[in-house]
Every structure is written in C-alpha cells, then in structure tokens.
C-alpha cells in the first residue's frame, strides 16, 4: 500500500498520478474512493477535474445530460481552466466535425443511428472466420519458438490488421498508418501532432477516393469495407458529411485497435499471473466470454472515461459541481466497487457475470465492444491452445507499460510452453 502515499494534496485537490503506467494502479483507485463517491483531482496541467469513483455515482452520471460531451461545453470549461488548443491535453476532437466522442443528443443520436448500421451484431460476426485464420496465421509463425513478445508479434497485428481491413486501409499503407496511429495516441511525443494531421489528411483521401466507388443508392450491408459502409449509410435523406466521416473513421481507429491490443495483452498477462486460471481455461475453454469479461472488469484497457463538462451547476456524490467543470468517471475503480462486486480484487473467470463499465453506460456505449470480444475471445482461446502451457518469460515488475492513454503492456514476453 505504500503506493498510495504518493496521493498528494494541494489545496484539497489531489494530484493525479500517471495510474496506467503504473505496474498496479489499483490501490490508488480505493484510496480514491475511500475518500467520497466524487473527488477532486488536479492533472499535471493544474486543471481541475471531479474524478468519480463509485458504482452508482458513474452510472448517474454516464445517463445524465447534464454531463455534455459537445465540443462547445468542452471547450468552454477549457477556457474557464485557462487552457485550450493542441496543448492543453484535453483531446476535444479529431477533426473539425463531431463524432460520437465529441456530440450529445440528437446529434450523437443522429451519427450512432448512421454508424451503427455498419458496426451491426450480424455484421461483426461475418468477421469471425477471419479473424480466426488472422490469429492461427500469427500463431503459426511462432512454431519452434522458445518465446515470443506477445504484443509486438501477436496482439497489435491483431488490432492494425482487422481495423485497417475494416476501413479499407491499402495493405501497403498500413505501415505508415500504425506509426501515426501509435503517435497520435501518445501525449507529450514530439511528433503527436505532425502524426494527427497526417493521419487525418490520408483519411480524407481514403474516403475520398471510396466515395467515387460508392453507388449513392447501394446499401451499407453490401460495401465491402465499413467506411463504404458509412459513406453508404442513409436516414431518409440524411448522410455523414465529408468531415463527419473523417472525425468517425478516426474515432474507429484509436478506438479499434489500441484498446483491442490493451485488452488482449492485459488478458494474457493476468492469466499468467493465475496460472490456476489459465489451466482452467485452457481445459473449459467454453468459459473464455466470461473469462474477457473478468479481464475486462479486473483491469481493463479503458481505465478512465474521456472527460465531459458540466452543461449548468449538478449536485451528485454530496457535491455541487459548478457549471463548464471537468467531470472523468474512473471505470477501473468503479469495475472494483465492492458494493457491485463481491471481493473485487480477486481475478476469477468463473465469477458470474455481471454488467461492468469497460465499455461505458448510457448513450455513450463503446459501439465496437462486438469486434473486440471477438478478437479478444478469439486470440486467447487459440493462444491457449497453441501453447496451454504460456508463461512469462520475466518477471512483473519488468514489463514496461504503454505511454499512451491506454492502459497496456508495450511488451509481453512470454514463454511458449507447448
């Protein structure tokens, strides 16, 4: 517990540690929460934030409208914090329209409705056999391997491949796009921004030249790609716009394979560190929907929401939140509430299921979370039974975390015990 000593107070705000880069986070979070169901933290920026830290307190919030996520309440309560602009560490938007991210209803309504079509059930499960043959072709070039680094080699080609599949990204563009994507999601890299813009401008392109192939009569679940699948997509007669699509594809990508990667490396380090579990698994594999969803509720890649703003003063948690403040909901302590789940610190595939916010709650709901149980399922079931006999090839305290705003390994090393 001496970790929880570095919570430091000034002025009755607590400074916010870096918790994803740290090896357990997790009694920050309780310490957190031992002190009310919302707290006042203040990032590295000075900026003040109400963190929520509680079950039933993330779930008022996440179905109140009154915690906006619009660029224009955003930006607001940037200026009222004396911050705005690419350095003021809030990313507010991708792009210079609105995307889920970024809008409330009707206009989030209006754009899921759009978006959904092309990130329907029937649609992601039309996936399945290729991600199979992805997760066997990686697995196969590991044969005759003693160890391997289990992100590098296993989970990120995982991720890049079937989201750039997804929009249709060119196979000899995908280099270029894994670089800027992996800079784009890392604050304080030098070459964040340059990553941004290039990134966005060759979506613009993409979408550009998709949109000369794309009959405006031809229906989403035709295209063969889910971006021709949005450009497709119609209500009556309403369409994304160009901006739209660039702002949307761009959410798909950060939200689409960075977390897969986090969810898939955070999945395969805990089952090593409970080798109890993973020989479970690896006997039942019948248990691996509940066994991702213990991943993801033990420790999963989201650890925080993005931030909304207060749209006027709200009393919740036995506080008033001033209008145009920061309000983050802390997903991995609420997921470690005691009152929601029973010994909350112990990792347990065989815990019954019960809803977690890995995924978010209310209108703001992940719309990938069918792909990523897909692949997570997929990648640790065939992991295991390719090599029933993973372990790590170092110790915990060695591995080194990602600094992105995604809680991950950036390597795993592993020991591919047949």
């Known amino acids: 517990m001496n970790q929880v000593k570095a919570l430091q107070e000034h002025g009755g705000l607590i400074e916010i540690p870096n918790f994803e880069a740290m090896l357990n986070p997790h ?78 209803p009707p206009d989030h309504t209006r754009l899921r409705n759009l978006v959904n079509m092309a990130f329907s059930p029937r649609r992601i499960e039309l996936l399945r056999a290729r991600v199979e043959a992805l997760v066997d072709d990686l697995l196969s070039r590991l044969v005759g391997r003693a160890d391997a680094d289990m992100i590098g080699e296993f989970a990120y080609p995982i991720g890049i491949t079937m989201i750039c599949e997804l929009l249709g990204v060119p196979e000899d563009s995908r280099a270029n796009f894994r670089d800027w994507a992996t800079k784009a999601m890392s604050p304080g890299h030098a070459e964040q921004q340059q990553s941004l813009d290039r990134l966005m401008q ?75 579990q993973m020989n479970h698994l690896a006997r039942q594999p019948e248990l691996i929907k509940q066994a991702i969803e213990e991943v993801l509720r033990y420790d999963g890649p989201v650890h925080r929401t993005t931030m909304r703003a207060t749209a006027e003063d709200v009393e919740i948690g036995g506080l008033t939140i001033p209008s145009g403040s920061f309000v983050q909901v802390l997903i991995a302590g609420c997921n470690r509430d005691p009152s929601r789940f029973p010994d909350p610190d112990r990792f347990d595939i065989t815990r019954k299921p019960s809803q977690n916010l890995a995924f978010g709650y209310g209108a703001h709901f992940c719309l990938g979370l069918h792909l990523a149980r897909l692949e997570a399922q997929t990648a640790i079931t065939r992991a295991l039974k390719a090599y029933p006999g993973l372990r790590l090839a170092c110790s915990p305290e060695d591995i080194p975390w990602a600094r992105t705003v995604i809680r991950a390994p950036a390597r795993l090393p592993m020991r591919l015990n047949r």
Do not use: C
Not at 37 to 55: A, D, F, I, S
Not at 60 to 83: H, T, Y
Not at 202 to 228: E, F, G, H, N
């Open 27 to 104: 009694p920050h979070y309780a310490a957190l929460a031992a002190k009310g169901p919302v707290v006042r933290l203040r990032t590295h920026l000075g900026v003040e934030v109400y963190g929520v830290t509680q079950w039933d307190t993330a779930i008022a919030v996440l179905r109140d409208i009154r915690f906006s996520k619009s660029s224009a309440n955003m930006q607001n309560a940037l200026k009222k914090s004396g911050l705005s602009g690419p350095g003021s560490g809030f990313p507010i938007s991708g792009a210079k329209a609105g995307n889920l991210l970024n809008t409330d």
């Open 202 to 276: 060759y979506l613009a392109d993409l979408i550009a030249s998709k949109r000369k192939l794309v009959a405006d009569d031809a229906a989403p679940d035709a295209q063969p790609d889910v971006l021709s699948a949005m450009i497709a997509a119609r209500l009556t007669n309403d369409a994304l716009t160009e901006d739209e699509l660039v702002s949307m594809s761009y959410l798909m990508l950060i939200a689409g394979h960075e977390t897969t990667v986090g969810l898939i490396g955070n999945a395969l380090l805990h089952l090593a560190q409970h080798p109890e």
